[in-house]
């Protein structure tokens, strides 16, 4: 009988041992989940903010290229790549 009850106990701590590493591992998942939301979220607004950047930069090089067409003519080609800055106004 002792060498049941013995057995018993020792399944009881190893199953109390299990709950506690469970609740443990839970709740380092749940940390680990906050910190990917923010890190998601963080990711979301820089690239929309990265999005209102390209679209102003648009927007300008589109005003200055109808502002120079109404001085210079119209611009038929252009290179932000060429060395020399090569740029075409008829």
């Known amino acids: ?25 839970s709740e380092k998942i749940d940390k680990l ?3 990917m939301m923010k890190g998601f979220q963080a990711t979301g607004m820089a690239f929309h903010q990265t999005k209102e950047v390209c679209q102003a930069i648009v927007n300008e090089t589109r005003q200055n290229t109808e ?24």
């Open 1 to 25: 009988m002792q060498a049941e009850e013995k057995f018993q106990e020792n399944v009881m701590l190893y199953l109390r041992n299990l709950a506690a590493k469970f609740h443990h591992l």
């Open 33 to 35: 989940e906050k910190i």
């Open 67 to 90: 502002h120079l067409s109404e001085y210079g003519g119209v611009i038929e080609a252009e290179s932000y790549f060429d060395p020399c800055v090569r740029t075409n106004v008829v």
